[in-house]
Structure formats: structure tokens, C-alpha cells
């Protein structure tokens, strides 16, 4: 077996389907978002409250469900739970579609959220890609995200101008119909744990590298939605611009910052500098805070914004792809699920307490306070980022393995040197994480179990 410098072809379908499942589900999702406040007085009951009930319950059951989902998906397997998911994203869409009143739409929006997936989705992610490409994997869903919710702030008002809201419900349903047959007819077998000891909640919980990158990308999070409470105002008064115009802003402002993000995180991975690239991504972020808050008038108010808008989706596109990546190598593969779901939970609390906290803040203080609190967040980052333990020397095998001896390659599989843990799928792909320093590939092909499949 030889090593290859790009993603084998199993990788490269693997995050290809993973990708187009993310923008299906997060199109589906955001189109609903901007919109779904202005439509109040269409459901009977309706009241402002219940209508940010309406539009904040998603993110809590997201949070309560997100644990439990990844806990599931280590002892039943990724692809089940992330079927149960979207079908019931899909459900509860045209519970929503369907309903009259504020509590069926409430209802049908704590539905969606029940499809707590994005853990187990990286845990997947984790469990297809090899340790160098895994970044770039991560890179190439949050770029996903970030075009979903460009085109979203286009297709949401047309569709919602077509049909209102009952419609945008009803195409997030078809679209998460169709993600749930890419997943089962598009997306190979991915490996699953055969031979493991049982690993205890409790013993994830107590790994302080997981706790750290939770509590960070918790903040990240709550930094996004509170400057977005503050965002859409500074452009309409800076810009001139009106709401459904703003995707002219954001959508090349995200293409750019994802220009910048892929040589940094490529950079990160062949020189081994995680920690310079963290920084950096901090610092950009915190230099974004700075710009934000000091956003005048005029051109070169509009210029100051831009920057500060461009500085900071680079800063929290290369956290957001780098933070997951990074955990899923500081834990077992025994341990993705359950710890995707803990880091998910933050990044879904963060989500739902940064909306809260943004929209005071502008109504106490105005946008400047928001953008302070950003700065302040920052530093939280920073401080939470700064004793994160390095990263592990190893590697991700893939190997192909005949169908009649999947059982036996477990114990072969362990037994080489260097060899750390094993993870083999019922078809016959097999995922083993070694130690670099004592690993002989020489040995993995006098095993003779079938083709490799890539490094």
C-alpha cells in the first residue's frame, strides 16, 4: 500500500455526499429563518413572544438532542441516526406547513429540531476522512453552510412571495426527503466500531480537550448570533441597502473569506502549525470586532464594515473547520459520537443564548454594544484555545477487506505495531488509526486482506 496526497475516492464520495446532505438540510433551514417572523399574523394566537418561541425552540431541541443522537449513533451506527433525523426534519416541516395556529407551527418547529444530527454528521466526518484531509473536509461543509445561506436570502422571499410560509415548509420537507435518499443510496458504508470496550459518558465528559473546544466553539457561536442581531441594520443604514438585497454583501464576502481560509488550513495541515492558525483565525476575529464597532458613515464607513465583515468570516470559518477536525483527533473513534454531540450541544446553546443576548444588547446599548461584545468573546476564545493540548502523531489507514474475512481482520488489524484502533463497515471498508512512528505498512500488505483503498 502507498501513500497518496489527496483523498482517496471513498473520502472524496463520502464528503461530496456529506456536503450536498448539508446544503439541502441548512437551504431548507435558512430560507425559513429570515422570514418567519414577518408572517406572524397569518397564524391564529400569534403573538410577538410566541413567535420568537416559534423561531428559538429549534436551536433548544437541537441542543437537548444533540448528546443523546451522538451516543446512539456510537452504538447503532452513524447512518441510521442521521436517517431518523431528517425524517424527522421532514416531518416536522409539514407539521409546520400545515398548521393554522402558532402552536402548530411551534410544534412543528421543535419537530425539526428533534433532528439533532450535526454531531453525528462529524463524528461521520471523522470516521471517512484521514487525519490530513479531515480539515479540509470540514472546510468544504462550512463553505456548504455559507452558500445554503447565501442562496436561501435569494430563493426564501421568491418562494415566500409564491406560497408564504406553508410553502418554504413544504419544500424544507422534499428537501430533506431527498437528503435521505442521497444518504442511503449515495454514501458509502462508513466504517463502524466491531471489537471496542464500552467508553462511559461520564469518561468522555471528563476529557478537558473536548470541554475546551466545546466551550469554544459555544462562544463562536454566540458571537455569530449576536453580531447578526446588529448586522442587517448597519448595512441598511451604512449601504442603503434593503434586506432582500443584502446576499450581494454576504455571499461574496463568504466566497472571499473561503479563499482565504483554504490555503490556511491546507498550510495548517502540511506544516503541522494548528496552534499559529488558531491564533490567527482569533486574531482576525478580534480585528473584525474592532472595525465593526468603529463603522462610520459614508464610503469609508462602508469600506470599514466590509473589512471588519470580511475579517470575520475568515476568523470563524477556519475555528469552524478547524475546531471539529481537531477534536476528532484528541479522541477515540469509540468516543466521536458521543463527543460530536457534547461539542454540537454548545455550538446549538451558544446559537440560541447569542440571539437572546444580541437582541438586548441592541435594545439596551445600541449596535455598539454587540460589536463590544464580540471583542469581549474574542478573548474568551483566546483564553479557552490558549492550553489546548497538541495534537496527536497519527494517522487514519483505510483498507479494503474481502467480505468473507471482516471478523478475522479485526485481531489482524490490531495485532500489527503501531496499530492503535480498528473500526471496519459491513462493506468492508476498514479504518484503522495507527502511530506513525512505529506503523509498517510493509506488514499491513503481507496481511493480504484485499486492495487499499488510500492513506
Known sequence: MTAVPEMSAFERRSVLVLTLLYIFRMLGLFMVLPLLTLYGDQYEGSTPVLMGLALGVYGLSQALLQIPFGLCSDRWGRKPMIALGLLLFALGSLLAAFSESVWGLIAGRALQGAGAIAGVIMALVGDVTAERNRSKAMASIGAAIGVAFAISLVLGPLLASLGGLPLLFVVT?????????????????????????????????????????????????????????????????????????????????????????????????RAKRHQWVLRGAVGALFL?????????????????LLAGLLLFFIGFNVLEASLPSMLTRLLSMAQRGAASGVYSTGQFVGTFLGGLAGGALLQLYGVSGVFILLLLLVVLIALVLWRLP???????????????????????????????????????????????KDFQQERLAALQLDAAVGL
Not at 464597532?293 to 469609508?300: D, E, L, R
Open 173 to 269: 420537507a422534499v428537501l430533506a426527503l431527498l437528503g435521505l435518499l442521497m444518504l442511503q443510496f449515495g454514501l458509502p458504508e462508513p466504517p463502524k466500531m466491531k471489537v471496542t470496550e464500552p467508553v462511559s459518558f461520564a469518561h468522555v465528559l471528563a476529557n478537558v480537550a473536548l470541554l475546551r473546544l466545546s466551550a469554544a466553539v459555544f462562544t463562536l457561536h454566540f458571537a455569530l448570533m449576536a453580531i447578526f442581531v446588529a448586522v442587517p441594520g448597519v448595512l441598511l443604514q451604512t449601504l442603503s441597502l434593503e434586506v432582500t438585497l443584502h446576499w450581494q454583501v454576504y455571499l461574496p464576502v463568504m466566497l472571499l473569506a473561503f479563499a482565504f481560509m483554504v490555503p490556511a488550513i491546507i498550510w495548517a495541515e
Open 288 to 304: 473584525a470586532g474592532v472595525l465593526l464597532w468603529s463603522v462610520g458613515t459614508g464610503w469609508a464607513g462602508a469600506l470599514v
Open 390 to 436: 497538541p495534537l496527536p502523531e497519527f494517522s487514519t489507514v483505510f483498507v479494503d477487506v474481502h467480505a468473507d474475512r471482516r471478523l478475522a481482520a479485526v485481531a489482524q488489524l490490531s495485532a500489527l505495531p503501531g496499530v492503535l484502533e480498528v473500526a471496519i463497515s459491513d462493506a468492508g471498508v476498514a479504518s484503522v488509526r495507527v502511530d506513525e
